[in-house]
């Protein structure tokens, strides 16, 4: 079975880029790693990540530090039919969505985040789908050729794959960009790149964790 173990995203400078994830979402290089590249990337790169949690208290709350740290307003916090959400761009260029499925706060923010969603977008989804699930992957969710959600285990790192004009819409950004994706998969037994140039490389064994 293929699965995540960790993202590594390439940023320019790995000290602010790790200054600025633990202000604005407390993460650390448990899930989330920094490697320093200039590989040359410009405009949509192809991917988002999101963070769900549990009540809209909590989005304003996380959105509200990673504009603090330097972030960019992509799309402010709003209601929606699916729930409430903003999306903002870090400084190294990484898009990251905050959302929740509810619309009403139940509790006191936490800053809790229930899961990482890497949302890859692909020109081609029904093509990536048979990529990944010959790869391994288990299918948790798929709608036709518009969107795939995997089963990739009980750990917080989730993927999914998008029409890449659709993700690019839902981030609120233009779907030209060209150059490197500046993200690296971590997980499974072999290294490979899919068909849209996502690479991976293998980490640990589950039995490792």
């Known amino acids: 079975m293929t699965f995540i173990d960790s993202l590594t995203l390439d940023v320019a400078d790995t000290t602010a880029a790790r200054n600025f994830y633990s202000a604005a979402f407390g993460l650390d290089d448990t899930l989330l790693r920094l490697r320093a590249s200039e590989a040359p990337t410009t405009g949509f790169r192809g991917f988002t990540l999101s963070l769900t949690v549990s009540q809209p208290a909590t989005v304003d709350s996380l959105v509200g530090t990673a504009l603090d740290a330097g972030a960019t307003s992509l799309k402010p916090v709003a209601k929606s039919l699916w729930g409430y959400g903003g999306v903002v761009q870090a400084p190294d260029g990484a898009i990251w969505k905050v959302a929740t499925s509810a619309k009403k706060n139940t509790g006191p923010d936490t800053r809790a985040i229930d899961a990482v969603v890497l949302l890859l977008g692909v020109e081609d989804v029904a093509a990536s789908k048979r990529f990944y699930v010959d790869q391994g992957l288990a299918l948790a969710k ?20 998008y029409r890449r004009r659709a993700l690019a819409k839902d981030a609120g950004v233009s779907i030209e960009g060209t150059g490197s994706h ?6 499974g037994t072999e290294p490979f790149t899919d068909p849209d140039g996502f690479a991976w490389l293998p980490t640990k064994t589950r039995e490792e964790v």
């Open 142 to 161: 798929s709608f036709g050729r518009v969107y795939v959600d995997f089963a990739t285990g009980t750990g917080p790192l989730k993927l999914g794959l």
């Open 182 to 187: 500046r993200l690296t998969i971590g997980g």
